[in-house]
């Protein structure tokens, strides 16, 4: 059945990205690896970018940690609009476009898996923990004392602990807030949404390199990532239909229901001179 004749369960999606945020929180952790190793890692990126000429990280970090009025909203933007903007994204696609929901969904999670395996086969040092020879500075360090977050990227002051600081290959800061920019794009209806598709990523990107958390070719491979997790999710429901199609499927009343829809998802109600016509 479609998407339109069978919505999703509203507490099942929130289970499903409950476990698959808890995995992924949980992989990055314990995918720290080798501290030399990232550092290596993080050293050779920024010498490929300075060949390349695409060594952009440095002038904007610089500009963030010489103006405040700039540095300090970005803070702001990188510790808070990725845990906020793309649940708020989820929300909007599970009520107001849900024939479009399930295949976004499933795009958003191979993509985030995708990325944990980029940060266990390649642990990598951020700018702003390279020695200070490389000229970056660690702007939420620098103005740690207009937000709630320490020393150690954009964890609450003593939980620096619980996030790994060595995930900056590939940057799902930017591979999310592409993949929020693209669904506000396609399927909103008011200029001001599609403005804020394309507004979205875009600061990020600039954000999560002056802020030094993450180099230019980190913002590439978030997008790399996004476009592959892209392509792998189109093929999934061919393969699940097909695999279907091969075994018994008996729903022992698994079936949703309308008491288990939201209000905006359920059917209008039948007109009754309609029904009775026929």
Request: charged share 15%; with cysteine; net charge positive.
């Amino acid at each position: 059945m479609t998407d339109r004749q069978k919505p999703t369960r509203w507490w099942a999606e929130l289970l499903l990205l409950g476990l698959v945020y808890g995995a992924y929180t949980g992989g990055r952790l314990l995918a720290r690896g080798d501290v030399h190793l990232a550092v290596g890692h993080g050293l050779a990126i920024l010498r490929a970018e300075e060949v390349l000429g695409i060594d952009l990280e440095r002038p904007l970090n610089r500009l963030f940690s010489h103006q405040g009025l700039l540095g300090i909203p970005a803070d702001f933007v990188y510790a808070s609009l990725h845990y906020l903007v793309t649940p708020a994204v989820l929300v909007w696609l599970y009520l107001r476009r849900p024939q479009q929901y399930r295949s976004a969904r499933t795009w958003l999670v191979v993509s985030t898996l995708l990325g944990l395996v980029g940060f266990t086969l390649m642990p990598t040092c951020p700018p702003r923990l390279l020695d200070s020879v490389y000229g970056f500075t660690d702007t939420m360090a620098q103005y740690s004392a207009y937000g709630w977050w320490g020393a150690e990227a954009s964890a609450p002051r003593g939980l620096g602990g619980l996030t790994n600081q060595y995930a900056a290959m590939p940057s799902l800061h930017v591979g999310w807030a592409l993949w929020c920019g693209v669904l506000l794009w396609r399927y909103g209806r008011h200029p001001l949404l599609r403005g804020l598709g394309v507004a979205y990523p875009a600061v990020t990107t600039l954000v999560v390199m002056g802020t030094a958390n993450h180099y230019f070719l980190d913002a590439a491979a978030g997008a790399a990532v996004m476009a592959a997790g892209y392509a792998i999710a189109r093929r999934l429901p061919a393969r699940t239909a097909r695999f279907r199609s091969k075994t018994t499927i008996v729903s022992g009343g698994w079936d949703t229901s309308a008491r288990e829809l939201l209000p905006a998802q359920r059917p209008a109600p039948e007109d009754d001179s309609a029904a009775a016509a026929r």
